[in-house]
């Protein structure tokens, strides 16, 4: 089994600021694909960014393509989503996933392992 748990949601203006962080434990973080998705109230799970196991590749959903950052840490075992220039319509709560040596998927079924997820709100 692989832990992961994510911290520093919270409360956000518009335009504001938030960094992310996924914290895993259990096996060899570096084996890992990690991906980042979000779950707005009355929507689906939506896809935000990924980073490969090699920290080679990154994609990133097109509603947050130049405002989002998905890097890694694999000293520390953590994943982190730098999110800049907020909008309201990026509250939902954030969950991470682990891909044993998944090749960037978008689709949440490829994912082995997730959170349980930090809410972020963005409100004036």
């Known amino acids: 089994q692989v832990q992961l748990v994510e911290s520093g949601g919270g409360l956000v203006q518009p335009g504001g600021s938030l960094r992310l962080s996924c914290a895993a434990s259990?096996?060899?973080?570096?084996?890992?694909?990690m991906g980042w998705f979000r779950q707005a109230p009355g929507k689906a799970r939506e896809f935000v960014a990924v980073i490969t196991y090699s920290g080679g590749r990154t994609y990133y959903a097109d509603a947050v393509k130049g405002r989002f950052t998905i890097s890694r840490d694999n000293a520390k075992n953590t994943a982190y989503l730098q999110m800049n220039s907020l909008k309201l319509e990026d509250t939902a709560v954030y969950y991470c996933?682990?891909?044993?040596?998944?090749?960037?998927?978008?689709?949440?079924?490829?994912?082995?392992?997730w959170g349980q997820g930090t809410q972020v709100t963005v409100s004036s």
């Open positions: 996933a682990a891909d044993y040596y998944g090749m960037g998927a978008t689709r949440g079924d490829a994912y082995d392992y």
């Open positions: 259990g096996r060899i973080f570096s084996d890992y694909t």
